[in-house]
């Protein structure tokens, strides 16, 4: 695994984290800000050819914008 997708791999787990706690207590502001972000670093990791999808639980809650 190289440096970027390790990085990659740690920035989606703590934003998935993270919308997962905002999203469990209500922060609706928060929430908005995980899922955009998580959203961000799935497509950046599509451009290098990983599928960041399949390292978090995704769920239907998710946007799924550009992923199958």
């Known amino acids: 695994m190289s440096e970027f997708e390790a990085v990659l791999r740690e920035r989606v787990d703590t934003t998935y984290r ?3 706690v905002a999203r469990r207590v209500g922060l609706d502001y ?3 800000q995980q899922g955009a972000l ?3 670093l799935f ?3 599509r451009q ?3 599928d ?3 390292w978090v639980d995704v769920d239907t809650e998710i946007p799924r914008q550009g992923r199958a």
């Open 18 to 20: 993270q919308l997962t």
């Open 38 to 40: 998580l959203e961000d």
């Open 52 to 54: 960041a999808a399949s």
């Open 48 to 50: 290098h050819g990983l």
């Open 43 to 45: 497509e950046l990791a």
């Open 30 to 32: 928060e929430t908005e």
